[in-house]
């Protein structure tokens, strides 16, 4: 649980990093680039994010995938 609430205090970040990552470095073919990025983003503010990436990828995922479908509002 305690995973839980630190992910969804960390959204708004994950979704700013998301966007700003995208808008530097935009279109397809460097995802794996871009998702490494925001790892290594969020691991120098919080050594133990490493405990929980393999959630927070999968959020990433989800994410990116709607905001390809629906479209990236700035």
């Known amino acids: 649980m305690q995973n839980l609430v630190l992910i969804v205090q960390l959204l708004p970040l994950i979704i ?10 935009p279109g397809a073919g460097a995802g794996e680039a871009k998702l490494t990025a925001v790892r290594e983003i969020l691991e120098v503010g919080n050594d133990s994010i490493g405990e929980i990436w393999p959630q927070i990828s999968k959020i990433i995922s989800s994410l990116v995938a709607i905001f390809n479908k ?3 509002a700035k």
Do not use: C, D, H, Y
Not at 16 to 25: F, N, S
């Open 16 to 25: 700013t990093l998301i966007k700003t990552i995208e808008e530097a470095i």
């Open 70 to 72: 629906v479209g990236w």
